[in-house]
């Protein structure tokens, strides 16, 4: 037999059966209903023990969840097929079943990994930005360069020789200020 029931489950892990349920659907592990009995892979109290142990470390379930099923692998349960007597051919189907419950895990692991990736791109870009604003808040302002007001040259005039010397020799500012 390779599965357990829901209520076996719960006596082995001492898990109530409503979070079983609830944790198996975040999971995605198939529950089988035979005869008003909810069946479970065996195996599956593995994960669903670390699953506890994750939630009462402080994680949410939906987190917690993510994080088992990328470390532990999920049970498969086999389902009989009647008519089915080649054990080639169970061979085949188990070992088909178990790629593609890799290959399951490998996109969800993936979408995580594009999650995650995102999420730290975010924060690189927030604390760069938080970076810039703390290097202008701490730079010293540039100083500028402040000029004087200094009056208009004056252009002598254009004096003949004769001018230019009886300025030079009388001085006519000189006597206007006596």
């Known amino acids: 037999m390779n599965h357990i029931s829901l209520s076996e489950v719960a006596n082995n892990t ?5 979070k079983i349920k609830y944790w198996a659907n975040l999971l995605n592990l198939k529950i089988k209903k035979e005869n008003r009995t909810l069946f479970l892979a065996k195996g599956s109290e ?3 023990i670390a699953m ?4 009462s470390c402080g994680l949410s379930p939906a987190i917690a969840a993510k994080e088992v099923i990328s470390v532990h692998a999920l049970p498969v349960m086999k389902v009989n097929k009647e008519g089915n007597t080649n ?4 061979r085949i189907s188990s070992l088909e079943e178990a790629v593609m419950l890799l290959v399951e895990q490998n996109k969800s692991l993936a979408i995580t990994v594009e999650n995650q990736n995102k999420v730290i791109v975010a924060n690189l870009q927030s604390q ?6 703390l290097k202008l808040a701490l730079d010293p302002p540039q100083p500028t360069k402040i000029e004087v007001w200094q009056p208009p040259k004056v252009k ?3 004096l003949s ?3 230019r010397i009886w300025y030079e020799v009388i001085n ?7």
Not at 14 to 18: A, D, E, H, L, N
């Open 128 to 133: 760069g930005k938080q970076l810039n604003q």
């Open 161 to 163: 020789a004769i001018q």
């Open 156 to 158: 002598e005039p254009k």
């Open 14 to 18: 001492g898990i109530t059966k409503s």
């Open 46 to 48: 593995s994960i669903l």
């Open 52 to 55: 506890a142990q994750s939630i």
């Open 172 to 178: 006519p500012a000189k006597l206007r200020a006596n």
């Open 87 to 90: 054990q080639l051919t169970n």
